[in-house]
């Protein structure tokens, strides 16, 4: 089956040589072809050009059927990669979101039971089933806002049983759903009521029973810490990622969320694929992050939900540090994975340029989510994961217009959504 789009007036983020991701002044450059074609082919992007080049006589000549579309006036966009979401949950947590409105901090309300415990009582009552059809809901939703890719974790079981349960419901989801989707091991995202004062406890019990039981049933693409102020410490962290890495499971850790935790050095020393939110980053740990393989990771709508401290976006960039972002989609800090308005967040409080985004939510995010060789731009062999826009005047006015969908048309693997 072929598909061959015509009359594209911008294509967005294509490569003609892939890259892994882009860093510094090259954040702000973004491969965009005017005036273009696309061809896909099953599920995979065949070829694309200018319109002046198209050759519709090789396309059509071997006989096969073409579906052609015209999108004069409109974009094609790479999908969103989500590099980082907590989209397997129970129920929501308004109350919360009252007791913030009312003062209290994220900690204050952790201290009280609520935040990701609050989740785990919940999940633990919660069948299969019921999680399964809750994620299902939420992946059609971020697929409908341009999500083509999603990492999701687990972390809200904090038992062995729980944290198996919430694993095979997002092994459920990469088979039943178009999205290309990654799973991470978050065992290490609280210390469960069960084990208060026994953190060290908890540790070992992630070591020596929950990850080798993730790992038996491959449950597990990478591993997470919670490495902060009030949650693990770098030598529980240092602890659990070794043991991760001779399961084979990469780590992509919290950070730097709280305080300068000493998370990042940790996710560097063990060559984490990205380290994630990162509040608090300062000299050093930029200075350890260049040159590092691991990618620095912003969760905008969190530090936004939660009124957090902004990460020095600009600092890093500037320094020559890659930069992705993402949603946290998750029920305590940030309900919405919604990664167009993760765009809007990072021009307006980031002060990141609308080509910095686009490449911070495409090819950067699909690095940190180790899917940057079948997705996060258009490039010849990769997955035909995108959209087509609704008219509209080019890539500025995606992150400019933050509240408006403006997606026509989806693609997912070379099929219309
Ligand atoms: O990424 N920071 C740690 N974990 C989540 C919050 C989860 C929750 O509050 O339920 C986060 O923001
Ligand atoms: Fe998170």
């Known amino acids: 089956m072929k598909t061959l789009i015509i009359n594209i007036k911008q294509l967005v983020q294509a490569e003609n040589t892939p890259r892994p991701w882009v860093a510094g002044k090259d954040m702000s450059r973004l ?29 059509y000549s071997g006989g096969e059927i073409v579906k052609e579309i015209d999108a004069t006036g409109r974009l094609v966009v790479p999908s969103y990669c989500d590099s980082h979401t907590h989209l397997v949950y129970a129920g929501s947590r308004e109350i919360e979101y009252i007791d913030k409105i009312r003062g209290l901090s994220y900690e204050e309300i952790a201290k009280r039971g609520g935040g990701i415990l609050n989740s785990a009582e919940r999940i633990r009552k919660a069948s299969e089933e019921e999680l399964f059809d809750a994620a299902y809901d939420r992946i059609q939703e971020i697929a409908g806002f341009g999500t083509g890719a999603v990492e999701i974790k687990s972390g809200y079981g904090l038992d062995t049983e729980s944290e198996l349960k919430m694993l095979r419901v997002i092994r459920r989801l990469k088979q039943e759903t178009p999205l290309l989707i990654k799973s991470t091991f978050l065992g290490a995202h609280a210390v469960p009521a069960e084990y208060k004062g ?69 996710g560097v020393k063990y060559d984490a694929l990205s380290v994630d939110h990162l509040e608090y980053v300062g000299d050093e740990e930029i200075a350890c992050l260049l040159g590092s393989e691991t990618m620095p990771t912003v969760l905008p709508g969190a530090a936004f939900f939660l009124n957090m401290p902004y990460s020095p976006v600009r600092k890093m960039i500037e320094a020559g540090l890659p930069v992705a972002l993402a949603s946290d989609y998750n029920p305590g800090s940030s309900p919405s994975g919604n990664m167009k308005f993760i765009m809007s967040l990072g021009c307006i409080n980031y002060k990141m340029l609308p080509e910095e985004v686009i490449n911070a939510t495409t090819l950067n995010s699909a690095y940190a989510m180790g899917v940057q060789d079948e997705v996060g731009s258009i490039a010849v062999g990769k997955l035909a994961n995108f959209y087509i826009t609704t008219p509209i005047s080019g890539i500025e006015y995606l992150p400019y217009a933050y509240t408006a969908n403006l997606i026509e048309t989806i693609f997912l693997k070379g099929e219309q959504y």
Not at 42 to 49: L, M, Q, V
Not at 251 to 266: F, P
């Open 31 to 59: 491969g965009v072809i005017e005036n273009a074609w696309l061809l896909v082919e099953d599920d995979k992007i065949a070829s694309f050009g200018e319109m002046k080049d198209l050759d519709t006589e090789a396309i």
């Open 198 to 266: 026994r953190q060290t406890e908890y540790v070992d019990l992630i070591i020596n029973e929950m990850i080798p039981m993730v790992a038996a049933e491959e449950l597990a693409d990478y591993i997470d810490v919670f490495c902060d102020k009030g949650f693990f410490t770098v030598e529980d962290t240092d602890r659990m990622l070794n043991a991760g890495m001779k399961y084979g499971m990469r780590a992509k850790i919290h950070a730097n969320e709280l305080d300068y935790s000493g998370g990042i050095q940790v």
